[in-house]
Nanobody, 123 residues
Framework: QVQLVESGGGLVQAGGSLRLSCVASGDTLGRYNTAWFRQAPGKEREFVATITWGSVTTLANSVEGRFTISRDDGKNTLYLQMNSPKPEDTAVYSC?????????????????WGQGTQVTVSS
């Protein structure tokens, strides 16, 4: 069973950059499909980006061209590079991992979740 801990959130100006990290322990992250989701106040959790165990990446349309997802197998860490963030990107960002298959953009595919890290983008 894998445990996930996010870090790197904070306050960033629109147009700046921020990198979120998700350190895994207890298992090898590369065995899992992994993803970032976010939840803004009053809204449902939404898909942001995924990288599969085979290193195939998918990004939500809303962040395509601005965000990048990557995984460092040597560090057992998942990253989300956020470039040119917008105020509407403000949310709690959570990383997730799953090994049972399924639609990688859906929350039900993932069994293991981090506690989340707050990202606030100022205009």
């Amino acid at each position: 069973q894998v445990q996930l801990v996010e870090s790197g959130g904070g306050l960033v100006q629109a147009g700046g950059s921020l990198r979120l990290s998700c350190v895994a322990s207890g298992d090898t992250l590369g065995r899992y499909n992994t993803a970032w989701f976010r939840q803004a106040p009053g809204k449902e959790r939404e898909f942001v980006a995924t990288i599969t165990w085979g290193s195939v990446t998918t990004l939500a349309n809303s962040v395509e061209g601005r965000f990048t997802i990557s995984r460092d197998d040597g560090k057992n860490t998942l990253y989300l590079q956020m470039n040119s963030p917008k105020p509407e990107d403000t949310a709690v960002y959570s990383c997730a991992a799953g090994d049972k298959g399924g639609v990688v953009t859906e929350t039900g595919t993932y069994d293991y979740w981090g506690q989340g890290t707050q990202v606030t983008v100022s205009s």
